[in-house]
């Protein structure tokens, strides 16, 4: 959060999982299995992997009306996916909070799949995304998903963003502050750390 004393750090939440980490692991170069291994011994260091810079990837979760306020309201929903049209625009499904039933796809009141598609620019892996996703559907509920992920309007904000935050770090830089912490619990004082 910006703050009259810069970007401020509210809470760090930081978790592999799904689907903020189907766009990375689309673009790795390299074993997963080796790199964890090698994470959890401390020997990431002698490990080589890398990205793919080439290409973007893209993956938009769905989920049923009600998710995440009402789960109970977005339980035992029917969705039915064309895999085959799916796959001719080259995109991928990763099921997530439903079972199959008779051929139908029954949600259980969380996300119920993410779907992932890499382009060579944004632009294309957004348009293949959204395409994928108009062949999944319910039949007697609605779903939901965020158009505005990998979104040219999205990426720009971003991007201004981004600027915004580093001209904070720049002017706090050049008026000393760049290796200064401060803390604030709502109710308390405010506690300087300097490391310089």
């Known amino acids: 959060m910006l703050t009259i004393y810069g970007p401020t750090l509210i809470e760090y939440y930081s978790r592999f999982g799904d689907p903020e980490v189907l766009n990375a692991l689309a ?3 390299g074993d997963l299995l080796e790199i964890v291994e090698a994470a959890v011994e ?3 260091p002698s490990v080589k992997y890398s990205f793919k810079e080439d290409i973007v990837a893209i993956s938009k979760a769905i989920a049923p009306l009600g998710y995440p306020h009402n789960r109970d309201l ?3 929903r029917s969705i039915t996916i064309d895999m085959d049209k799916i796959r001719k625009l080259d995109c991928e499904v990763y099921f997530g909070s439903v079972i199959e039933d008779g051929g139908l796809y029954k949600t259980l009141g969380s ?4 779907v992932l598609a890499v382009g060579n620019t944004y632009e294309e892996a957004y348009e293949k995304v959204e395409g994928c996703i108009a062949h999944i559907k319910s039949p007697d509920w609605q779903l ?3 158009r505005d992920i990998g979104s040219k309007e999205l ?3 971003r991007v ?3 600027e915004h935050v580093r001209a904070i770090y720049k002017w706090r830089r050049a008026h000393g502050l760049g290796r200064v912490r401060i803390d604030w619990i709502p109710g308390g004082d405010v506690t300087v750390y300097d490391y310089t």
């Open 27 to 29: 673009l790795l170069i």
């Open 42 to 44: 401390g020997r990431l």
């Open 74 to 76: 977005a339980r035992g």
């Open 111 to 114: 996300r119920a799949m993410e």
């Open 144 to 146: 939901i998903h965020r």
């Open 155 to 157: 990426i720009e904000k």
């Open 160 to 162: 201004r963003d981004a």
